[in-house]
């Protein structure tokens, strides 16, 4: 019930392509989707969240689409660029939790130049 | 400003022997959180601090787990009588007043091996 499950577990995408990720999710409480960012050898920083009142949420090349009836949401990097290289983590947390994030295993994200 | 500091970086320890990791949140954050990051999969969840009080502490996996922060600034992890199961990259990470949507700003890490 607490478990976001991400996929894939790695990726390959071509400079200039479209990168996707996805997250499922089972806790109908859960009301905050983070995605972070991270670097070898650096901490996890927050790129984007969304609620799921909205379908969708567009950040530069970043963009969240939510589908609260399938419980899932999804991050597409548009343009995605060698700078890109890195470990995405979805998360979520419920109002009942009002603190603790519940993170996926991750997806390391290569962009081949 | 200065983001969240983590001191040491790496700690190399042998089992049985004792650790104390150390965190400098951003200042005027209230609430530090402790996770742990295993190879290949996301943080978990150890303790959760606001101000100088440990607010849920159920992450923590057993007794040799032990947080503190005094002056609801600067916090501590210690752990005991170390395992090799130990070993992991210890995140701390600080957030203005800990709600829920509240960004948690993350440190670098301490990378732990036990050996």
């Known amino acids: 019930q607490q478990q976001v499950k991400q996929s894939p577990q790695s990726l390959i995408v071509q400079k200039g392509g479209i990168s996707i990720i996805n997250c499922a999710y089972e806790n109908t409480a859960f009301d905050y989707f983070p995605w972070y960012q991270q670097f070898p050898g650096k901490g996890p920083a927050l790129l984007i969240a969304i609620r799921p009142d909205v379908s969708e949420k567009k950040e530069g090349r970043f963009t969240i689409s939510f589908n609260k009836s399938a419980k899932q949401f999804s991050l597409h990097i548009m343009d995605s660029q060698p700078g890109d290289s890195a470990t995405y983590f979805c998360?979520?947390?419920?109002?009942?939790?009002?603190?603790?994030?519940?993170w996926g295993a991750g997806t390391k994200l290569i962009i081949k130049p | 400003g200065a983001g969240v500091s983590q001191t040491p970086s790496n700690k190399v320890t042998e089992k049985g022997k004792y650790v104390e990791l150390r965190c400098d949140p951003i200042s005027g954050h209230t609430a530090l959180y402790w996770y742990r990051q295993s190879l290949g999969q996301g943080p978990e969840f150890l303790i959760y601090?606001?101000?100088?009080?440990?607010?849920?502490d159920s992450g923590l996996p057993n007794d040799r787990f032990f947080a503190v922060r005094p002056e609801g600034s600067v916090s501590t992890l210690k752990i005991q009588r170390t395992e090799r199961g130990d070993s992991a990259v210890y995140l701390c990470?600080?957030?203005?007043?800990?709600?829920?949507?509240?960004?948690?700003?993350f440190g670098p890490g301490t990378r732990l091996t036990v050996l």
């Open positions: 998360a979520a947390s419920a109002v009942n939790s009002n603190y603790q994030l519940i």
């Open positions: 990470a600080s957030s203005l007043s800990g709600g829920g949507r509240d960004t948690q700003y």
């Open positions: 601090f606001q101000g100088t009080g440990a607010a849920d």
